[in-house]
């Protein structure tokens, strides 16, 4: 069970910060609002936490495939998915500042959050979240193409593609993980919402009378990702869509949402999109997009379960869960209890002293181990600060290499949670490591 950590938002930007785990964007030039860059701790962690994705969802299983498609689209796509359309959020500008709020996020739709003054706001406009850019020299209608602002379509118009080429059948995932865009008119809360992110995104596609079934079996077995991988279940919860929520093609959707500092929000959606979106492609294509099973002599339009996850938005409640402040020794001690495979580095050497005869055989102890796992190595400042400083970005084990390993041929490796310590041959380190190492 997890103490709530006073503040955590803030210590969650600082640290951030100061650990190379995500910086402010275009920082040198005053910023540039709601982008942020990962640094060398942060874009390990990312790629760990796609890395946990995609094995869970691909590489595990025999009925998901992955594709990788093209961010830059052109109108069509957006036609036939509605984005052109639907995909707008209600706009409204304070007459008395000049802020900019989304209507159906405000806590009170009449007083601006910005200066506090009630019953200014313009009539809501509908804002499309769309980029939009041409493609070519010549900026012309006909050159207009799109940042995609999902990965889900690039799976609904390979589906042919896919169902061709890879020799399966209905129930067939197919995954994605990639960058979309939304032109948010309000971004904020650091990485939870910005204009450019990553997403996580499986389209499920089954025979229409087994939907119900698989989107109970995706609400589950999304929910039980988040717990296995290192998130109490006190803070997560399943939210199923109230009825008004509900998109009108949608037969239901449910939410993964996450405690935040600010309260439960959104980290993935679980929705039953029926046949909705295999049709509007193929009513504006003109393609078929169905699976004709040669078993049974049917022809029919998949109907498609989908979860959707951000994987940046991911990350930030991986860190905020695995945040911890605790009082060892009269000092306070930080630690990220970070799941072994979402944790940046898995291991760091240090030696105990700069000198030669350890720094020697403590680097090839990394070269060995480099092979197998992101490896950190640290020679400066005391060895409690070192400790520490790997205890922040939640390396799992720390190996030292002292004066007696120069006789023993042995290390010590603590334990990031328990803190415990076990001297160990160093030619048994790696293993020792893969045994625990998940
Ligand atoms: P929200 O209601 O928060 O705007 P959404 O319901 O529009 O999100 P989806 O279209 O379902 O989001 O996208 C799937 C996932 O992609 C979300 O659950 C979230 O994790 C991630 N995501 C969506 N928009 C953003 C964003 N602007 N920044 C970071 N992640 C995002």
Same mark, same amino acid.
């Given at each position: ?6 503040d ?30 990962y ?9 760990n ?31 036939a ?52 850019t ?35 059948k ?6 994605q ?49 988040y ?5 109490d ?14 998109? !009108?093609?949608?037969? #239901? ?5 996450? +405690? ?5 929000? *959104? $980290?993935? @959606?679980? %929705? ?54 605790e ?11 970070? !799941?072994?495979?979402? #944790? ?5 050497? +240090?030696?105990?002293?700069?000198k030669? *005869? $350890?720094? @020697?055989? %403590? ?28 205890d ?30 076990v ?10 490591? #893969?045994?625990?190492?998940?």
């Amino acid at each position: 069970m997890s103490e709530p950590v006073p503040d955590l938002f803030d210590k969650i930007v600082n640290l951030s910060k100061r650990r190379g785990i995500v910086f402010p964007s275009a920082e040198i030039y005053g910023g540039f609002r709601s982008a942020y860059d990962y640094g060398p701790v942060g874009v390990l962690m990312l790629r760990n936490v796609k890395e946990a994705w995609w094995r869970s969802m691909v590489q595990l299983r025999s009925d998901v495939v992955g594709i990788d498609a093209s961010i830059l689209s052109p109108p069509a796509i957006w036609e036939a998915s509605g984005h052109l359309a639907n995909f707008t959020d209600p706009l409204v500008d304070c007459r008395h500042c000049g802020a900019r709020h989304r209507q159906d996020k405000l806590d009170d739709p009449d007083t601006c959050p910005t200066c506090g003054t009630t019953g200014q706001f313009t009539e809501p406009r509908h804002f499309n979240l769309m980029f939009k850019t041409h493609a070519g020299p010549v900026e012309d209608e006909g050159a207009v193409a799109y940042l995609r602002p999902e990965t889900a379509q690039g799976m609904f118009i390979n589906f042919a593609n896919v169902i061709n080429t890879s020799r399966k059948k209905p129930p067939l995932g197919i995954a994605q993980i990639g960058k979309s865009f939304r032109n948010e008119i309000t971004p904020g809360n650091f990485v939870f919402r910005t204009r450019e992110f990553e997403q996580m995104e499986l389209e499920f596609f089954v025979p229409p009378d087994e939907a119900e079934q698989w989107y109970d079996y995706w609400c589950k077995e999304r929910f039980q990702w988040y717990v296995e991988h290192g998130i109490d279940e006190s803070q997560l919860r399943l939210r199923p869509h109230d009825d008004d929520e509900l998109s !009108h093609y949608s037969a #239901a959707t449910s939410d993964v949402e996450f +405690l935040f500092p600010w309260g439960w929000d *959104e $980290l993935e @959606g679980i %929705a039953n999109r029926g046949s909705f979106d295999l049709e509007q492609h193929m009513a504006h294509s003109g393609q078929k997009l169905e699976y004709y099973d040669q078993a049974t002599n049917e022809r029919y339009v998949p109907h498609v379960i989908e979860p959707a996850a951000g994987a940046t938005r991911t990350m930030m409640a991986f860190l905020m869960a695995a945040y911890h402040d605790e009082i060892v020794n009269d000092e306070t001690r930080t630690v990220l209890r970070l !799941h072994h495979r979402i #944790a940046p580095f898995k291991a760091a050497v +240090l030696p105990l002293s700069k000198k030669p *005869e $350890l720094t @020697g055989p %403590a680097r090839e102890l990394v070269t060995e181990l480099q092979a197998h796992w992101m490896v950190e190595y640290d020679e400066t400042q005391a060895i409690g600060r070192r400790y520490r400083r790997q205890d922040e970005i939640g390396t799992p084990f720390c190996i030292t290499y002292d004066f007696d390993s120069l006789e023993d041929k042995a290390v010590t490796i603590r334990e990031r949670d328990s803190m415990d310590q076990v001297r160990l041959p160093i030619a048994e380190v790696a293993a020792w490591l #893969a045994e625990r190492l998940v």
